[in-house]
Nanobody
Framework: VQLVESGGGSVQAGGSLRLSCAIS????????LAWFRQPPGKEREGVAN???????THAGDVKGRFTISRDSDKNILFLQMNGLKPEDTAMYYC?????????????????WGQGTQVTVS
């Protein structure tokens, strides 16, 4: 299984970006999927996740601004980011886990992408 992120870039505060994560191999419906981010000088943190049945969860500081979704036909995971703030600046990673009990725990995920940089000024 390979995960490849795209869609990062530099935007001004208040702008929008949509991140994509192309998943090769098994259908994304077989995985618990998530977006994490790592701000400069900080630890990686969970941003949003989507369960096998499509249930989504968003971290408190992005709720109402970010939306996680997936296209099962194309095997792509998305993160729509609106109302971006400078504190959203980070490297963003997608992750897939075959069996995830603690969604915010990095060790629960079997596969990771290489990351895509988001910079908000």
């Amino acid at each position: 299984v390979q995960l490849v992120e795209s869609g990062g870039g530099s935007v001004q505060a208040g702008g929008s970006l949509r991140l994509s994560c192309a998943i090769s191999g098994r259908s994304n419906e077989n995985y618990f999927l998530a977006w994490f981010r790592q701000p400069p000088g900080k630890e990686r943190e969970g941003v949003a996740n989507i369960e096998y049945d499509g249930t989504t969860t968003h971290a408190g500081d992005v709720k109402g601004r970010f939306t996680i979704s997936r296209d099962s036909d194309k095997n792509i995971l998305f993160l729509q980011m609106n109302g971006l703030k400078p504190e959203d600046t980070a490297m963003y990673y997608c992750a897939a886990g075959e069996w995830v009990a603690a969604p915010d725990r990095e060790s629960e995920y079997n596969y990771w992408g290489q990351g895509t940089q988001v910079t908000v000024s």
